[in-house]
């Protein structure tokens, strides 16, 4: 019995979406990932979150962090697809979240998460299930990913290319993802459960080149993210997750 998906909590249920009914939680039974994060201007950071929303990038050393992920589904109940996003490590306005909390569990605490500035698909259901349910900012494109022995890579349409080497450092067991996004004038905060190992590195040998126009790559020049170097990156062999409805936190901007 797989233990992850037949649990209580992965039991799915259909939620209407203009592609038509989408079970929840959605269920990616296999897939490879990886990423990779970057110490941004924190001027630049609340550009672009905003500065009328409840949240705000969270300050780590004087920096945001923002970050780079790809996905590659091969199984999942959306189908199969790929996925790359970009978001900004954020926290609730006026909380003051704990780091060392965060490395620990990144699901603990109810005032952090990830902003998702973009999110391109390559399928119309991943794109509709995602902005009808969530709010993600989602797009469809062309993505090519390659997850070879020494090296993972995309290509985001005409947008962008990025290349990891394979990290070299520990595998440790993967943490939630937990993301924010803005639905209907409404803050959603969705927790997504994980159950695999990711392998992480200080992003040596990354390479990101910022070709051409289009969403993400605008928000990645806003950012500052041409010509900088990663601090961290990670890859996962064998991605599995539930993503659930996400919870309602209220309005998402100030009065």
């Known amino acids: 019995m797989d233990v992850f998906f037949s649990a209580p909590e992965a039991a799915q249920s259909p939620h209407s979406t203009r592609s038509g009914p989408c079970d ?11 990423g990779a994060f970057f110490r941004v201007e924190l001027s630049k950071a609340r550009q672009l979150v905003g500065p009328d929303r409840v949240i705000e990038p969270w300050p780590i050393l004087g920096r945001a962090v923002a970050a780079i ?25 006026g909380k003051r979240p704990s780091v060392v909390r965060l490395g620990l569990d990144m699901g603990a605490d109810d005032a952090q998460g990830i902003w998702v500035l973009n999110l391109p698909v390559t399928t119309q259901a991943a794109h509709d299930a995602g902005v009808d349910l ?19 890579s995309v290509t985001l349409g005409s947008e962008l290319t990025l290349s990891l080497p394979r990290p ?21 905060r969705t927790r997504i459960d994980v159950d695999h190992r990711a392998r992480w590195g200080l992003g040596g040998g990354a390479r990101l080149s910022l070709e051409g126009e289009g969403p993400l790559a605008r928000s990645a020049r806003a950012l500052g993210l041409d010509g900088l170097s990663p601090v961290a990156a990670f890859r996962v062999d064998g991605f599995r997750a539930r993503l659930p ?11």
């Open 168 to 188: 070299s450092g520990p595998t440790l067991a993967g943490q939630p993802v937990v993301t924010y996004t803005e639905r209907q004038g409404r803050l959603i």
């Open 69 to 93: 992920y790809v996905w590659e589904y091969r199984d999942s109940s959306v189908g199969s697809y790929r996925e790359v996003g970009l978001g900004i490590q954020c926290r609730i306005k």
């Open 134 to 152: 969530w709010g993600y900012p989602k797009y469809v494109t062309p993505i090519e990913t390659r997850f070879q022995a020494a090296e993972s």
């Open 24 to 34: 929840l939680p959605i269920h990616y039974r296999d897939a490879s990932h990886f």
């Open 245 to 255: 409805v996400g919870v309602d936190l209220g309005p998402a901007r100030m009065d």
